[in-house]
């Protein structure tokens, strides 16, 4: 079957950095993609791996280890407004071309 | 652009009761998604659509059927709603199977209670 696992809660100090993991379990894998989701909201997509390394898009970057099954996502220069849940994706092919969710880690940004 | 639209934004029904979920988006993307998330949970894929005409199950089909006759709509229907559908469901959207990207448009969701 399909698994990720993610840690349940962070919290983190305005201006910090924060690295959130993800372990994943897929045959079939594809990518990794990482979404914020504040509290009644809808998720919002941040970035999407699907080659080894390090991309990065201003305060957020995202990593990808295929052969560890294994990606981050990196918050730098916290702020009060990144207080949110995280969810990584996984994108496979298993089953159907499609993609399957983590269950979310929350994020708690304090000043 | 609106992107991704969902109608209604909540309901409340009774056991037994049906209903459909519309999902609209203007972006013209091949590929649609319905979503449950239950409080302090991930999303949950329920089914899906790679293309006008198709439609594909996800991880919890059960209980629900969808309909993808025009490539801008996706709608999710409840023939028979239990309490354990009680959720709220997102719609998403995205361009196809391009490997290099998955990014997915979500709608704004729709809080469904079911008494």
């Known amino acids: 079957g399909q698994s990720l696992e993610q840690p349940s809660e962070v919290t983190a100090v305005e201006g910090a950095i924060v690295q959130i993991n993800c372990t994943y379990q897929t045959s079939g894998f594809y990518g990794l993609s990482w979404y914020q989701q504040h509290d009644g909201g809808a998720p919002t997509f941040l970035s999407y791996n699907a080659l080894d390394g390090l991309e990065e898009t201003g305060r957020f970057s995202s990593f990808l280890s295929r052969s560890d099954s294994y990606g981050y996502l990196l918050l730098q220069e916290l702020q009060m407004k990144d207080s949110a849940s995280y969810f990584c994706a996984v994108r496979s092919d298993t089953g159907g071309f499609k993609t399957i969710f983590g269950a979310g880690t929350r994020l708690f940004v304090k000043a | ?115």
Not at chain 2, 73 to 100: D, M
Not at chain 2, 105 to 115: E, H, N
């Open chain 2, 1 to 115: 652009n609106a992107g991704v639209t969902q109608t209604p934004k909540f309901r409340v029904l009774k056991t037994g009761q049906s209903m459909t979920l519309l999902c609209a988006q203007d972006m013209n993307h091949e590929y649609m998604y319905w979503y449950r998330q239950d409080p302090g949970m991930g999303l949950r894929l329920i089914h899906y659509s790679v293309g006008e005409g198709t439609t594909a199950k996800g991880e919890v089909p059960d209980g629900y059927n969808v309909s993808r006759l025009k490539k801008q709509n996706f709608l999710l229907g409840l023939e028979s709603a239990a309490p354990s559908q009680t959720s709220v469901y997102f719609c998403a959207s995205s361009p196809g199977t391009n490997l290099a990207t998955d990014t997915q448009y979500f709608g704004p969701g729709t809080r469904l209670t079911v008494l």
